[in-house]
């Protein structure tokens, strides 16, 4: 036990009592006691957010006068979202949503938990969202839907998922934002056409803030 054992040895053999040995035991335990629960709740480790699977089979932009945008699309994908902490479950302080955006605009919301929900440590919660045949209306603007041709030649769509909420961990009384960002790269592929496998997608992390 390296110098907690040398504390041990030089109480019992020096003074022999033991009152002494209890103390330097009391000490040992106190110790470790500390060490443990600092590791488990001291430092927070913040949630593993990825889309490990996604298939785009429709997408398509649609234009009305004066100005009304819509997108009508079929989208499906599971969104994965870890606790990697061995010892701190989370509650949510506000519902956890994901965003389906295009061109840095929102054209689908979902509720994936409710606030007062819970994620036990080390657990993995894992998200299906597959809308199907659905049209949203978009303000893309004239970039926007430039953009939308201009990767509508190639049959490859660049779309984000964003994932947001707030989140206590256990023995900690700050709420802690969660903003994840997942971008991705989909080969249009209709029904009838060969599947495309798709490469697994780490979402990246809002840098979180001071207390968090």
């Known amino acids: 036990m390296g110098k907690l054992g040398e504390c041990w040895d030089d109480c019992c053999d020096k003074w022999n009592e033991w009152k002494y040995c209890l103390l330097c035991a009391g000490i040992v335990v106190a110790v470790v006691l500390f060490a443990v629960l600092l590791a488990a709740y001291g430092f927070v480790r913040h949630l593993d957010v990825s ?15 004066p100005a009304l945008t819509s997108l009508s699309y079929n989208l499906s994908l599971t969104l994965v979202i870890r606790n990697p902490n061995w010892a701190m479950s989370l509650k949510n ?11 840095d605009q929102a054209f689908d919301r979902f509720q994936l938990a409710d606030k007062g929900g819970k994620h036990p440590a080390g657990k993995t919660r894992v998200y299906h969202l597959s809308p199907a045949g659905t049209t949203r209306a978009v303000m893309l603007g004239n970039a926007g839907e430039a953009e939308f041709r201009k990767e509508n030649a ?23 934002k969660v903003e994840a ?3 991705l790269k989909l080969q ?7 599947a495309v496998v798709f490469q697994k997608v780490k979402c990246k992390l809002t840098k979180p803030e001071k207390n968090c």
Do not use: I, M, N
């Open 51 to 65: 889309v490990d699977d996604a298939s785009l089979t429709r997408f398509e932009l649609s234009t009305s006068p």
């Open 188 to 194: 249009l592929a209709p029904p009838g056409t060969a």
């Open 181 to 183: 960002s997942c971008p």
């Open 93 to 103: 302080t506000k519902p956890l949503e994901a965003q389906y955006k295009f061109d």
């Open 154 to 176: 190639t049959g490859v769509f660049e779309v984000e998922v964003a994932v947001a909420g707030e989140v206590r961990y256990t023995a900690h009384y700050t709420k802690c």
